[in-house]
């Protein structure tokens, strides 16, 4: 049987917290990894050149531009980063790395809504010398993709099995859909008119697609998050199978938290009790809010089966500084004292609040006098509107984990926070 817990915090996690004031004393210094096009949206990773450090991903949506940030090391990671435009395409929501070809060179994926209403492939050049050289890629769309609907996200999986990387792909109305794309079973790859669509499930306005195994069977099922429609709300796609999944057997749907809220990019940690954290939006019947959900945390006496229907709505976080608009929530030890904190990011324009709030924070659990409370650090300071989703990483090589995002209303465009822990 597989269980569920909400819990309102991780005080169940903790035994001794102490602050590290210099972490939380003032907003962290910014740098641009680039700030040259218009309306960044979201960061990606993977080591592209074999260099062991992350390179990123990132598509433009106002710039209708997808660009690779090839990492420069700690050293020079305060300093713009060796960039190459991999592909032009209009209304891009997401960008994703992927070897869709097994030929070693690390392609990419990106999705796209607008008008554009396709999700399209960038080649990568197989010689890593050209990297840099935007003649050296090639941009083609997948065929089957076009004019389906709004493509909002993008999840590189193995799937059934057989041939290359396969990708589950998400949307938003009209025809909001959750489905894969399946490489072609005689290894083409690069024929994407060869490329099988399976749909999975409708869906309302796609944000997270997160590969994990959540009834520990030993594959990869679908955790996701949908912000609007009638399936709204976090929940998973149990993978039936290669075989199964290849004859299009249905994913059966475990609904999680959030079906009555605007759920946004979640997280989670995957270990023996993993977490689930995800923001919101208005309207709903609580606003300000994280969510959190723990799964087989053995320490909690009480549980909720999620395998029989749907709980109801559980304990939450405040959204920090009053933020209305959640975005996206990380889970790391900001602070360095062993304990999980969570790094936040808002969708909220400051004028529609009629006050300026940080748009990145970080809030840590706290006990005093035997209280447990949550601590709020601004990150960000008042610069910038609508960020994105998290990663956390250390770039600058100090030991402590940044914070990477992107902002793409004050066009402040893929930057990431210093950790000043260290």
């Given at each position: 049987m597989?269980t569920?817990?909400?819990?309102?915090t991780?005080?169940?996690?903790?035994?001794?917290?102490?602050?590290?004031?210099?972490a939380?004393?003032?907003?962290w210094?910014?740098?641009?990894?680039?700030?040259?096009?218009?309306?960044?949206?979201?960061?990606?990773?993977?080591?592209?050149?074999?260099?062991?450090?992350?390179?990123?991903?990132?598509?433009?949506?106002?710039?209708?531009?997808?660009?690779?940030?090839i990492?420069?090391?700690?050293?020079?990671?305060?300093?713009?980063?060796?960039?190459?435009?991999?592909?032009?395409?209009?209304n891009g929501?997401d960008?994703?790395f992927?070897?869709?070809d097994?030929?070693?060179?690390?392609?990419?994926?990106s999705?796209?809504?607008?008008?554009?209403?396709?999700v399209?492939?960038?080649?990568?050049?197989?010689?890593?010398?050209?990297?840099?050289?935007?003649?050296?890629?090639?941009?083609?769309p997948?065929?089957?993709?076009?004019?389906?609907?709004?493509?909002?996200?993008?999840?590189?999986?193995q799937?059934?099995?057989?041939a290359g990387?396969?990708?589950?792909?998400?949307?938003?109305?009209p025809?909001?859909?959750?489905?894969?794309?399946q490489?072609?079973?005689?290894?083409?790859?690069?024929d994407?008119s060869?490329?099988?669509?399976?749909?999975?499930?409708?869906?309302?306005?796609?944000m997270?697609l997160?590969a994990i195994?959540?009834d520990?069977d030993?594959?990869?099922?679908?955790?996701?998050s949908?912000?609007?429609?009638?399936?709204r709300?976090?929940?998973?796609?149990?993978?039936p199978?290669?075989?199964?999944?290849?004859?299009?057997?249905?994913?059966?749907?475990?609904?999680?938290?959030?079906?009555?809220?605007?759920?946004?990019?979640?997280?989670?940690?995957?270990n023996k009790?993993?977490?689930?954290?995800?923001?919101?939006?208005p309207?709903?019947?609580?606003?300000?809010?994280?969510?959190v959900?723990t799964?087989?945390n053995?320490i909690?006496?009480?549980?909720?089966?999620?395998?029989?229907g749907h709980p109801h709505a559980?304990?939450?976080?405040?959204?920090?500084?009053?933020?209305?608009?959640?975005?996206?929530?990380?889970?790391?030890?900001?602070?360095?004292d062993?304990?999980?904190?969570?790094?936040?990011t808002?969708?909220?324009?400051?004028?529609?609040?009629?006050?300026k709030?940080p748009?990145?924070?970080w809030i840590?659990?706290?006990?005093?006098?035997?209280?447990?409370?949550?601590?709020?650090?601004?990150?960000?300071?008042?610069?910038?509107?609508?960020f994105?989703?998290?990663?956390?990483?250390?770039?600058?090589?100090?030991?402590?984990l940044?914070?990477?995002?992107?902002?793409?209303?004050?066009?402040?465009?893929?930057i990431?926070?210093?950790?000043?822990?260290?």
């Open positions: 597989r569920l817990t909400l819990v309102a991780m005080a169940v996690l903790l035994c001794v917290f102490v602050a590290k004031p210099q939380a004393c003032a907003q210094v910014r740098h641009a990894v680039d700030d040259t096009s218009d309306g960044a949206d979201g960061v990606r990773l993977m080591d592209v050149n074999g260099d062991g450090l992350m390179d990123i991903t990132t598509a433009w949506e106002e710039g209708g531009v997808v660009r690779v940030y990492n420069p090391g700690p050293t020079k990671a305060k300093d713009k980063w060796p960039a190459v435009t991999v592909g032009k395409v209009s929501e960008a994703v992927a070897d869709l097994n030929d070693g060179a690390i392609d990419v994926v999705s796209c809504e607008g008008k554009t209403m396709c399209f492939a960038h080649w990568a050049p197989k010689d890593r010398s050209k990297l840099l050289d935007e003649s050296a890629w090639t941009t083609e997948f065929p089957v993709t076009k004019g389906m609907t709004r493509w909002m996200y993008c999840l590189p999986m799937i059934d099995g057989k990387v396969d990708l589950v792909v998400g949307s938003k109305d025809n909001g859909v959750v489905g894969w794309l490489s072609p079973l005689d290894g083409d790859a690069r994407l060869k490329w099988k669509f399976h749909k999975l499930q409708v869906a309302g306005w796609i997270s997160i195994d959540m520990n030993g594959d990869l099922d679908v955790l996701i949908d912000r609007k429609g009638p399936k709300g976090v929940y998973w796609l149990v993978n199978g290669a075989d199964a999944a290849a004859n299009d057997a249905e994913w059966k749907r475990y609904p999680l938290i959030g079906d009555d809220h605007e759920v946004m990019f979640i997280d989670v940690v995957s009790m993993p977490d689930i954290k995800v923001p919101n939006l309207p709903s019947p609580v606003t300000n809010t994280v969510f959900a799964r087989n053995e909690l006496t009480t549980a909720l089966d999620f395998s029989h559980g304990p939450v976080i405040d959204n920090p500084f009053g933020v209305t608009c959640g975005k996206a929530v990380a889970i790391g030890d900001i602070d360095g062993g304990v999980p904190d969570l790094v936040h808002t969708n909220t324009k400051a004028s529609n609040l009629g006050h709030q748009g990145v924070s840590s659990p706290v006990i005093v006098n035997d209280q447990f409370s949550w601590q709020i650090h601004d990150i960000s300071g008042l610069q910038g509107q609508k994105d989703r998290i990663e956390l990483i250390d770039l600058d090589g100090d030991g402590d940044d914070v990477l995002t992107c902002e793409e209303v004050d066009n402040l465009g893929v990431w926070y210093e950790n000043p822990t260290k």
